[in-house]
C-alpha cells in the first residue's frame, strides 16, 4: 500500500520561505506526474501545483512565481520550494499522484498527514 509522508512545514513571517517535502514509499514515482495539494480552514482541499514524469510544471496562477516543484526519483522523493509567502498561504499541504492534462486529480485514494503551513503577516 502506497503512503505518502510531508514534511517541512512550520511557521513563517510574511515574506518568508519554506521547503516541503514528500517521501512515497510502496510505490515509485519515476514515471508519474506528482502534485502538490493544500487545504485551508474551512476550506475544500485545493491543487496547487504538479510536476510531470518528465520534470514539466505547472502551477495555480496564485503561486506562479513563488512556488517551485521538484522531484528526485532516485529518493522517490517530491519537493515543494514556497517563498514570498503570504497569510493566504496558509494550510495544510499534502502531495499525491496525479493527472498532470486538465483537470489534474489525485490517483491514490489515501492522503498523508500533510504539512502545515502557517504564514503571519
Known amino acids: 500500500q502506497v503512503q505518502l509522508v510531508e514534511s517541512g512545514g512550520g511557521l513563517v513571517q510574511a515574506g518568508g520561505s519554506l521547503r516541503l517535502s514528500c517521501v512515497v514509499s510502496?510505490?515509485?514515482?519515476?514515471?508519474?506526474?506528482m502534485g502538490w495539494f493544500r487545504q485551508a480552514p474551512g476550506k475544500q482541499r485545493e491543487f496547487v501545483g504538479g510536476?510531470?514524469?518528465?520534470?514539466?510544471?505547472r502551477y495555480v496562477d496564485s503561486v506562479k512565481g513563488r512556488f517551485t516543484i521538484s522531484r528526485d526519483n532516485a529518493k522517490n522523493t517530491v519537493y515543494l520550494q514556497t517563498n514570498s509567502l503570504k497569510p493566504e498561504d496558509t494550510a495544510v499541504y499534502f502531495c499525491?499522484?496525479?493527472?498532470?492534462?486538465?483537470?489534474?486529480?489525485?490517483?491514490?485514494?489515501?492522503w498523508g498527514q500533510g504539512a502545515q503551513v502557517t504564514v503571519s503577516s
Open positions: 499525491n499522484k496525479i493527472r498532470y492534462r486538465d483537470p489534474p486529480i489525485h490517483i491514490y485514494d489515501s
Open positions: 510502496g510505490g515509485t514515482i519515476s514515471g508519474a506526474a
Open positions: 510536476i510531470s514524469w518528465s520534470g514539466t510544471t
